[in-house]
T-cell receptor
Framework: DAEITQSPRHKITETGRQVTLACHQT?????MFWYRQDLGHGLRLIHY???????NKGEVSDGYSVSRSNTEDLPLTLESAASSQTSVYFC?????????????FGPGTRLTVL | SQQGEEDPQALSIQEGENATMNCSYK?????LQWYRQNSGRGLVHLIL?????REKHSGRLRVTLDTSKKSSSLLITASRAADTASYFC????????????FGAGTILRVKS
C-alpha cells in the first residue's frame, strides 16, 4: 500500500547543529508539504513543493530549507537548530495542485532542541 | 491571520451522544476540509465541502458550511470512544495558491 513515512520519529539535538528530517512518499504525489505543530497554533506551513526542483516558502520558513530532487522525497533541513524549533513536524502530500485535494500526512517527527 | 478557528477548544461527552464542533474563518474560501488527529499520530482527512455546497454527509459525520457567516460545523453522531481525538478544520482559497491553512483544533474526549 502507498504510504508516507518520516524519519526519525524522535530526535534530540543541540542548539546550533544542523538537522535533517526525512519525508518519503510512495503515492507518486506531485505536491509535498512540511508543517510544524505547536500547542495553540495548530499546523503552520514551513515549506512546500509542487514538483521536482520546485520549492516554496510557507508561513514560518525562517531557519528551514528544503530540496526536491525526486518525486518521492522532500527532506527538511534546520540550518542551525534553535530552541524555538522544538516542535512536532509533519510531512504531507497531495495529488495535484488545486484545492480539491486531500492531504495525506506522515506520522510526524518530534524534535527537541536543547 | 487567515487561520480558521475552532470552537470549543475542548469537548467532553458520553459515548452515544452527539458532538458538534465549529470552525470560523476570515476570508472567502474555495473549500473547507476537516481532519482528525489521534494522539501521537498524523492527521487523517475526514471530509471536504466546497464553497458552493451547504451540507455533506459521510457515515456518522455531517458537515455544514455557511459562507455568509464564514463558518462550518462538524457533527459526529452517536459518538464512540474511538472518536476521541483532535479535530481540525482547514481552509483553502485561491489567493493563497490553494494551500491549506489549519485552525488550532478541538480536542474531543468521548467517555465510555
Amino acid at each position: 500500500d502507498a504510504e508516507i513515512t518520516q524519519s526519525p520519529r524522535h530526535k534530540i539535538t543541540e542548539t546550533g547543529r544542523q538537522v535533517t528530517l526525512a519525508c518519503h512518499q510512495t503515492w507518486n504525489h506531485n505536491n509535498m508539504f512540511w508543517y510544524r505543530q505547536d500547542l495553540g497554533h495548530g499546523l503552520r506551513l514551513i515549506h512546500y513543493s509542487y514538483g521536482v526542483q520546485d520549492t516554496n516558502k510557507g508561513e514560518v520558513s525562517d531557519g528551514y530549507s528544503v530540496s526536491r530532487s525526486n518525486t518521492e522525497d522532500l527532506p527538511l533541513t534546520l540550518e542551525s537548530a534553535a530552541s524555538s524549533q522544538t516542535s512536532v513536524y509533519f510531512c504531507a502530500s497531495s495529488l495535484r495542485t488545486g484545492s480539491y485535494n486531500e492531504q495525506f500526512f506522515g506520522p510526524g517527527t518530534r524534535l527537541t532542541v536543547l | 491571520s487567515q487561520q480558521g478557528e475552532e470552537d470549543p477548544q475542548a469537548l467532553s461527552i458520553q459515548e452515544g451522544e452527539n458532538a458538534t464542533m465549529n470552525c470560523s474563518y476570515k476570508t472567502s474560501i474555495n473549500n473547507l476540509q476537516w481532519y482528525r488527529q489521534n494522539s501521537g499520530r498524523g492527521l487523517v482527512h475526514l471530509i471536504l465541502i466546497r464553497s458552493n455546497e451547504r451540507e455533506k454527509h459521510s457515515g456518522r459525520l455531517r458537515v455544514t458550511l455557511d459562507t455568509s457567516k464564514k463558518s462550518s460545523s462538524l457533527l459526529i453522531t452517536a459518538s464512540r470512544a474511538a472518536d476521541t481525538a483532535s479535530y481540525f478544520c482547514a481552509t483553502a482559497w485561491l489567493e493563497y495558491g490553494n494551500k491549506l491553512v489549519f485552525g488550532a483544533g478541538t480536542i474531543l474526549r468521548v467517555k465510555s
